[in-house]
């Protein structure tokens, strides 16, 4: 072999090995970008399923009202909401429990003074849905659960100077206002009693 097919021989050898090395580097680079883009997407992903799931059990939504008077009276009072968070009220509160017929808002309301949770649901709740809700109040002291006929809502939960408004039982943020509001320190009264009032709860 000669000298100059030696020569040309090296010649195309040294240019396939470079040609090789910048499409290992090539591959690197390639290799990098994609992982960096993964991790960024897994990385988002995770922000946005851990502030969807937050959104869902978070209390933010609940609305806060200032609530000055409480004075008892036997007289219909007039709630500037509805269900009310609050207010004047008559002297005896219900007892606290389930309902399946509508309450006197103001006995109601004297409860919510002593630190009850009002949930209230549609009249033509489905039969599955309050099922549910009646199952997540079962046992539990300082709720009231009734039906509220021309609420805004399936299901809103009231206490002293709160409410939240819900689409159904489902919303994990009902059982989350009880644990917060259920004879909560917010209420003017709290510990006072939620039995020995007037009412009859079926359970």
């Known amino acids: 072999?000669?000298?100059?097919?030696?020569?040309?021989?090296?010649?195309?050898?040294?240019?396939?090995?470079?040609?090789?090395r910048r499409a290992e580097r090539w591959r690197k680079v390639t290799l990098a970008g994609v992982s960096t883009v993964l991790a960024g997407?897994?990385?988002?992903?995770?922000?946005?399923?851990f502030l969807n799931e937050r959104k869902k059990t978070s209390l933010d939504a609940v609305a806060t009202y200032s609530?000055?008077?409480r004075n008892h009276t036997t007289a219909p009072v007039r709630y500037p909401q509805s269900p009310?968070?609050?207010?004047?009220?008559?002297p005896t509160w219900i007892n606290c429990g389930v309902y399946d017929q509508?309450?006197?808002?103001?006995?109601?309301?004297h409860a919510q003074e002593h630190g009850a949770v009002w949930?209230?649901?549609?009249?033509?709740?489905?039969?599955?849905?309050?099922?549910?809700?009646?199952?997540?109040?079962?046992?539990?002291?300082?709720?009231?659960?009734?039906?509220?006929?021309?609420?805004?809502?399936?299901v809103i939960a009231s206490a002293w100077g709160r409410q939240l408004i819900l689409d159904g039982p489902d919303d994990p943020?009902?059982?989350?206002?009880?644990?917060?509001?259920?004879?909560?320190?917010?209420?003017?009264?709290?510990?006072?009693?939620?039995?020995?009032?007037?009412g009859e709860p079926v359970a």
């Open 67 to 69: 609530v000055k008077q």
């Open 173 to 198: 943020r009902l059982a989350r206002f009880v644990r917060a509001h259920a004879n909560s320190p917010l209420a003017p009264e709290p510990g006072a009693p939620c039995s020995g009032g007037t």
């Open 119 to 154: 949930i209230t649901y549609a009249p033509d709740l489905p039969q599955s849905d309050l099922e549910r809700v009646r199952a997540l109040v079962a046992g539990r002291d300082y709720v009231v659960l009734s039906p509220f006929p021309g609420q805004p809502a399936a």
């Open 1 to 20: 072999m000669s000298g100059t097919e030696q020569g040309t021989r090296k010649e195309r050898l040294s240019h396939l090995q470079a040609r090789q």
């Open 102 to 109: 509508p309450l006197r808002s103001e006995n109601v309301v």
């Open 84 to 90: 009310p968070v609050g207010g004047d009220h008559d």
């Open 41 to 49: 997407g897994v990385a988002v992903t995770g922000v946005v399923l």
